[in-house]
Each structure stands twice: as C-alpha cells, then as structure tokens.
C-alpha cells in the first residue's frame, strides 16, 4: 500500500529542502538536472555554451574561460552549474573524467585582496582539492607542492600535472577587480584541459567588448548573457515546480491573479522562488487551507510580504 500523501511545500530542490535559496547544482545532484526551467533566457544561453564548447577539443588542447554575466538573482550560478554538469557528462562520453572543482566560496569576504592575492589564495586552495579527488598522480603533487602558492607557476603546468583522463572544471570566486582578473585567468593562468568558470553582476556590452578587444590575440573567452525575467516567466517556473510533486504530496495551486501578481513585483528568478516558497511554507505552517481544492491567493502573497515588512 503506498503511504499517505502529506502536505508538503512543492518548491525546495531535491535534497535542499533546508536551505530553498540555493542554486541548482546538478554535477553534484543528478536529481537537479531535470530542475531547470527557460526563464531569463537561460535556455539559449546553455545552448550558446554548447555549441561554443563543441567537441571539447579547445578545452583539450588550450584550455577555455567561461564568463556569465547578468543581474542578481538572475540564475548565473544555476547556468554555470548546468554548464558544468554537461561538460562532465560529455567527458564522460569520451572516457575521461571532468572533475569539478568549486572554489566560489574560498576567499574572505570582509578582506580587499588585490588580483595578486585573490590569485594566490585560489591557487594553494585549488592545490589541495586537485589532491583531495586523485586529480594528478602522487610525482606530480610532489613536484608542484612547493609552488602551491604561484599561480604563475601552478596553472600554466596544470594541464601536464593532471592525470592523463582528467579534465579540470574550476568554478572561480566572482570576479573582483573585474576585467583585469578575468584577462589574467584567460591569458596568463590558462592550461589544457582546465576549464574555467567566473560569474559576475557587473560586466556590461562595454565591458565585454574590452574583454574580447583585449584578448583577441588569445584564446577568446566564452561569455554567456543571462537576462532579465520576461513576460509569462514567474508563471512558467511556477506551473513547473507545482506540478513535479502530485504524486508524493499535497498541496494548493497558484491562482491566475497570483501569478500575475508575481509578474508584476519580481525582478529575478531567485524573487519568483524566494516569494513562492515562503508564501506556500506560511500557508502551510498555518494548517489552514492547504488542500488541492484549494488556492494560493494575492492575499496568501501580500501577508507573506507584510511579514517580512515589504509593500507589493
């Protein structure tokens, strides 16, 4: 006999419930893959990835930079995960072994580093991840150990110190003094068969151009434009989201003036998720019209948003 369905909150990820604001992550979380939905022109952008990556041959032999670029809470870190996962996935499919590395998280963030520094503390933390996951043989850690802190001797020599099936995914913090780091990643620390990963909210058309201009005797970089949330999105990822758990839980549907509401007041994707779940997680706390005869109204929306001392 099956087990009841209980009312549940249909918008934390799979494993995340905990923590709902946190971006897909698929190459860590299969179950994240099939989580994606075509707002702010995510989907071309993936595509754009795909067909500029190819068979992964420039990877192979030069190396590659991958730059997102778009607002807050627009979806760049989910794209970057997605970006990765592919890659995996098609290494894979040549019988080698992409190994992701994140170090997004591994700078302080009450500290100003200069591009040296930030450098450099990337480096000697990468050093022991690349260890940690059996990324290069126990000759190459030993000869490399003792520049772990040189970016300018670590990365260039990445591509021989690998394992001869390991292909090297490095997920970068955001850029800080922004075109500057980007051009020293993509011209003086890349290697073959490392790929590298940046995001950022503050690159603009102007930026960019500088960044191609200046780098266009190199191996150019790879930027992908996530952009703003468009008309029918919010609605899109939530018919998405509310129709993924029918068959584990119960809960009510989102009304059509709701998610009007929810077009007119969200700016992000990361707004549309942090609303809905909150409104649903406060629906639900409240034992009070939580059926699937039910609904999510304007007003289940505007009290969570009063809670949190907003005005929609």
Sequence with gaps: MNAPRRPINPFPLPGWESTPMRPLRPWEREAHRDYYVDVDGAESAFQE?????????GVLEDGRLVLVTGDSGCGKTALVNRCADWTVLELGRRDLRGVVVDLTGCLPEDEELSIHERTVQVCDQLFDKLV?????SPQAADTLRGDRDNPKRIF????????????????????????????????????????FFAESA?????????????????VPPITLLVGKLEDGDPGRFADDRLVRH????????????????????CQSVAMVQRILHGTYERKLEAGLSYTEADQVTVDDIRA????LGMQP
């Design 49 to 57: 990835f795909q067909q500029e990556v190819g068979d992964l041959t």
């Design 132 to 136: 940690d996951h059996g990324a290069m």
């Design 156 to 195: 260039p020599r990445l591509g021989r110190a690998l394992n001869d099936d390991v292909v090297l995914l490095v997920l970068l913090p955001s850029p800080n003094e922004l075109l500057d780091e980007v051009i020293r990643y993509a011209r003086q620390l890349r290697s073959p068969r490392v790929l």
């Design 202 to 218: 503050f690159f603009d058309a102007d930026d960019l151009a500088e960044l191609v201009r200046r780098l266009e005797t190199w």
């Design 246 to 265: 029918t068959g584990v839980g119960i809960y009510p549907r989102l009304s059509d003036q709701a998610a009007e509401l929810l077009g007119r007041i």
């Design 304 to 307: 969570y948003l009063n809670g």
